[in-house]
């Protein structure tokens, strides 16, 4: 694992717009901001069934932001808010206290490990997990 905040991987994630964009008529959508660094995120989701069919979001902020983001929106359509509920209590986890990354194509989280190292990037990567379970908590 590259120990560089910005290695290889999240720049690669922060570049990738394939699941970047808003929601015409979404289910429901949250906005959160960083007010100490000015990142903004905003989380739409469509939820059929209990999980989410389609989520789209729109970043204003870092390299970490944006591709936090990027992974949401590639791994959360299919799954119910209990499970990505889980998914973001993990993360924060693993960057406040060590903990292990989340199973299965959330193991991709791993890249945020160099930044439990530093404090005052944790909100970060945790901003468009907050953003998530607020939309789907509207969503409930």
């Not at 999980?51 to 970490?64: E, M, N, Q």
């Not at 060590?98 to 970060?124: M, N, T, Y």
Request: negative net charge; proline residues 6%; charged residues 20%.
């Amino acid at each position: 694992m590259d120990t560089d905040l910005y290695h290889a991987r999240i720049l690669e994630l922060a570049r990738d717009t394939s699941t970047e964009g808003r929601l015409d008529a979404p289910t429901a959508s949250a906005t959160v901001n960083n007010p100490l660094c000015g990142d903004r995120v905003t989380i739409d989701v469509i939820v059929e069934n209990a999980d989410i069919s389609v989520l789209g979001h729109k970043v204003r902020g870092c390299a970490l932001c944006r591709a936090s983001a990027t992974l949401i929106g590639a791994h959360a359509p299919g799954h119910d808010a209990a499970s990505l509920k889980v998914v973001a209590g993990a993360v924060t986890a693993m960057l406040k206290h060590g903990g292990p990354a989340p199973d299965g194509p959330w193991q991709a989280l791993e890249a945020f490990r160099p930044v439990a190292d530093h404090k005052s990037r944790h909100d970060c990567v945790l901003l468009p997990f907050q953003a998530l379970v607020d939309a789907l908590d509207q969503a409930d």
